[in-house]
């Protein structure tokens, strides 16, 4: 009887070992596949993960399609309406020289009137003027025909001439040019931008040693129009803006591609 019992504690003792062992094993191939996915997925992520980011340029020089011309004349007197009709007389001129020279009376645009009563400013300053107002009447010349606004703009020494005084703004250039026919390159302008960033893409690649992938992700930027002049001062602040009837349109993309 105590040898029956005996046989059987050491069956179960054996039945025990062989359970942890299997389960040992068990433990053993389940890490173990663990950390086979966790390296492969880890590989995968790294090679996915690097990417190159370069930019593409494009600059293309066009011609301004729209000139827009202000011309000030200005008259001062101690009598407003005396100084009203000189303005109006002054206008007609101006109008007719216009004319005469090419431009149709619509792209003429009567613009604002400003008055200025030196004796009611409430600043003073003025207790010593020789006359009280000055009349200051905006005409503006809105064409497509840049070349001729542009030739025209040259011979207002006519009007001199004739009596009339030309007033310029200090603060803007009289006349500025305008290119607005932007969507008409924007297409083209872009895949050119496009391929040479892929061409500096393929250069990076076979100069570093490895393969160029997909494409992941591309951003256009802004596109800039500027004066081809100031294009050369390097986008001097203080240069005039639109006063040149050049432009040189800008833009630039940035593309990430995969690599190998």
């Not at 025209?152 to 009339?164: F, I, K, N």
């Not at 393969?211 to 992941?216: F, S």
């Not at 390097?234 to 591609?257: C, F, L, Q, T």
């Given at each position: 009887?105590?040898?029956?019992?005996?046989?059987?504690?050491?069956?179960?003792?054996?039945?025990?070992?062989?359970?942890?062992?299997?389960?040992?094993?068990?433990?053993?191939?389940?890490?173990?596949?663990?950390?086979?996915?966790?390296?492969?997925?880890?590989?995968?992520?790294?090679?996915?993960?690097?990417?190159?980011?370069?930019?593409?340029?494009?600059?293309?020089?066009?011609?301004?399609?729209?000139?827009?011309?202000?011309?000030?004349?200005?008259?001062?007197?101690?009598?407003?309406?005396?100084?009203a009709?000189?303005?109006?007389?002054d206008?007609?001129?101006?109008?007719?020289?216009?004319?005469?020279?090419?431009?149709?009376?619509?792209?003429?645009?009567?613009?604002?009137?400003?008055?200025?009563?030196?004796?009611?400013?409430?600043?003073?300053?003025?207790?010593?003027?020789?006359?009280?107002?000055?009349?200051?009447k905006?005409?503006?010349?809105?064409?497509?025909?840049?070349d001729?606004?542009?030739?025209?703009?040259?011979?207002?020494?006519?009007?001199?001439?004739?009596?009339?005084?030309?007033?310029?703004?200090?603060?803007?250039?009289?006349?500025?040019?305008?290119?607005?026919?932007?969507?008409?390159?924007?297409?083209?302008?872009l895949?050119?931008?496009?391929?040479?960033?892929?061409?500096?893409?393929?250069?990076?690649?076979?100069?570093?040693?490895?393969?160029?992938?997909?494409?992941?992700?591309?951003?256009?930027?802004?596109?800039?129009?500027?004066?081809?002049?100031?294009?050369?001062q390097?986008?001097?602040?203080?240069?005039?803006?639109?006063?040149?009837?050049?432009?040189?349109?800008?833009?630039?993309?940035?593309?990430?591609?995969s690599?190998?």
């Open positions: 009887m105590l040898i029956q019992l005996t046989l059987r504690k050491v069956k179960a003792l054996a039945m025990k070992k062989s359970d942890i062992i299997l389960l040992s094993l068990s433990l053993i191939a389940a890490f173990g596949l663990g950390g086979y996915l966790i390296g492969r997925s880890i590989e995968k992520f790294r090679n996915e993960d690097r990417t190159i980011l370069v930019k593409g340029f494009v600059e293309r020089e066009v011609k301004a399609d729209l000139a827009v011309w202000s011309i000030s004349c200005r008259a001062a007197s101690n009598d407003l309406v005396e100084g009709k000189r303005i109006e007389q206008l007609r001129k101006i109008v007719d020289f216009l004319i005469s020279k090419g431009i149709s009376r619509e792209e003429i645009i009567n613009r604002e009137i400003r008055v200025n009563d030196r004796l009611a400013n409430e600043y003073g300053g003025y207790d010593n003027v020789n006359f009280r107002y000055v009349i200051v905006v005409l503006q010349v809105r064409s497509t025909n840049v001729r606004v542009q030739e025209v703009s040259r011979l207002t020494d006519e009007l001199v001439r004739a009596g009339v005084v030309i007033s310029k703004n200090d603060y803007t250039n009289n006349l500025q040019y305008y290119f607005t026919k932007l969507n008409e390159i924007k297409p083209q302008m895949t050119e931008a496009t391929q040479n960033a892929k061409e500096a893409a393929i250069t990076f690649a076979n100069e570093s040693g490895v393969k160029l992938g997909k494409l992941k992700r591309a951003s256009q930027g802004l596109f800039s129009i500027v004066d081809r002049d100031q294009s050369l390097g986008g001097d602040a203080y240069a005039d803006i639109n006063a040149d009837i050049m432009k040189k349109v800008r833009v630039v993309i940035s593309v990430e591609y690599i190998k």
